[in-house]
């Protein structure tokens, strides 16, 4: 039969040609699709080189906006303290002058008078306090959150005696950082608990540490106070905010944004969640390894 022939097979006429086209077709196409794809990765290296200067520029915007608020805020709460103390000094004066003789309305002027220029004298000690956060070198340690935790619950004993408040605080970790500014932090956040749980029966607050990235630690302060409006989230942190009246809770709308700039010196982040009377967590993150905390960039005074 033909097919157990000992005569070799002839490939069809053009067969060859066929063959080399068909290959020169393939090797086209993938010059064709090794070229895109080198153009993609270049315009994906443009576009991520694009970005990274973008977010260099913002950061040294607010890197500069940032220093200029704090050159201000200094040099306005030092402009600022000799004429409080005049007013404060002349009105103790004009109050103990006219002891006896001023009627209750005009003692009420008085008295309103003091008490404005002594909550005068708090936001410049706190606008000065801001300032410094910027311009205090960074003296870095191994801080233990927890030890640092105990000693800000001894500091507010006069604050919450007599009061019931169920205290939850979990192990914390040691970090690199700012044992005094470090400190502040947590006095601010554990004393905002204390302060917005202060019309519940039994005030609960809890502090721990919540999951995260390897990079990185999480710490919460959590409380079941008045909590806030979600929608006012982008407000908790800025300089002189309050979402509550001082005739509610006292204080200077500092505290919160001492914080988040002792934070950001080193390294980490700062947010918030709450609902209105359903209690507020307040969170905060560190790097993990100090290799990760950035240069520190204070400036001199």
């Known amino acids: ?47 991520i080189n694009k970005m990274d200067t973008e977010l260099r520029r913002r950061t040294a915007e607010l890197e500069a906006v940032t220093q200029e608020f ?6 306005v709460s030092h402009d600022l303290r000799a004429p409080l103390r005049h007013v404060t000094g002349f009105a103790q004066l004009l109050a103990d002058r006219t002891a006896g003789t001023l009627d209750e309305q005009s003692r009420r ?7 404005a220029a002594q909550r005068m004298g708090r936001l ?19 801080v233990d959150l927890g030890d640092l935790v105990g000693e800000v619950r001894q500091a507010l004993a006069a604050e919450t005696a007599g009061r019931t408040i169920r205290w939850d605080i979990a192990a914390l970790p040691a970090v690199e950082g700012d044992v005094v500014m470090m400190r502040q932090a947590l006095a601010a956040l554990v004393a905002n608990a204390v302060k917005f749980t202060r019309l519940r029966p039994e005030a609960r607050i809890e502090i721990g540490r919540a999951p995260s990235r390897p990079d990185e630690i999480i710490v919460f302060v959590r409380d079941n106070g008045v909590g806030f409006d979600p929608q006012q989230v982008g407000k908790l942190f800025n300089v002189f905010q309050r979402l509550h009246g001082v005739d509610e809770f006292a204080g200077d ?23 209105p009377d359903g209690g507020a967590t307040f969170c905060f993150s560190l790097p993990a390894d100090r290799s990760a905390m950035p240069p520190d960039r204070a400036r001199g005074a």
């Open 253 to 275: 709308g500092l505290g919160l944004a001492l914080v988040r700039r002792i934070i950001q010196r080193h390294g980490g982040r700062t947010w918030a969640e709450g609902q």
């Open 70 to 75: 704090e050159a201000f805020a200094y040099a």
């Open 1 to 47: 039969m033909a097919w157990l022939s000992d005569q070799p097979v002839q490939a069809p006429a053009g067969a060859a040609e066929a063959v080399l086209l068909l290959a020169g077709v393939l090797v086209l196409a993938a010059l064709v699709l090794a070229r895109r794809a080198a153009r993609a990765r270049a315009d994906a290296a443009i576009s």
């Open 124 to 142: 410049i000690d706190g606008l000065l306090m801001f300032s410094r956060l910027g311009r205090t070198p960074l003296q870095r340690s191994r």
């Open 109 to 115: 002027y008085l008295e309103t008078v003091g008490q």
